[in-house]
């Protein structure tokens, strides 16, 4: 691992002002083969975590962490795919209504607002249903519409 990613590692876990001493960063570098990828990655993640506990850091220990978080989100991917087909009928409907209404589509935001979807599931639940044709976005905001296979289901004032 480089230096600089090193650094950036340590000063995440101690607050970003403070510069880490030489000798940490050398021994985070050295010890630390496989890359942490970019910021906020589950490998970055799980190297803040041991950094920041009590022990050594060493790979197996951030392997084993890493794969205590993979777990952990693929549980919480199952949850939030069980959520989306519960709820896919009623969020078609909220975003038929909300774009006949408002001539745009709601945000996640208030999409996911209006379903009480949890926010660490938001995300999920709705490429969820865009994966299966119930729903439909682009990176542009408000696009938010009803998918071509829930588009039969559901009339709006727009005309589909």
């Known amino acids: 691992m480089q230096a600089k990613t090193a650094r950036k590692l340590i000063r995440s876990v101690l607050a970003e002002d403070v510069e880490p001493d030489e000798a940490m ?17 589950v490998r970055w993640r ?9 022990g050594e850091l060493t790979e197996e220990r951030v392997d084993a962490e890493q794969e205590r978080r993979l777990a952990k ?10 959520l989306a087909e519960e709820s896919a009928d ?3 409907a909220y975003v038929a209504a909300y774009r006949g209404t408002h001539g745009a589509g709601p945000t996640w ?6 379903m009480g979807w949890p ?8 490429r969820h249903l865009a ?28 005309g589909r």
């Open 90 to 92: 009623a969020a078609v």
């Open 131 to 158: 994966r299966t044709g119930r729903l439909q976005t682009t990176p542009e905001h408000r696009s938010l519409d009803v998918g071509a296979a829930a588009r039969g289901a559901v009339t709006t004032d727009a």
């Open 73 to 82: 989100l693929a549980v919480l991917k199952e949850k939030a795919k069980r």
């Open 119 to 126: 926010y660490a599931a938001r995300n999920t639940i709705i």
């Open 109 to 114: 935001a208030e999409l996911a607002h209006e």
């Open 25 to 41: 960063v050398a021994k985070v570098a050295e010890t630390l083969v496989k890359p942490v990828g970019p910021p906020g990655s």
């Open 46 to 54: 799980a190297v803040r975590t041991v950094l920041a506990g009590n």
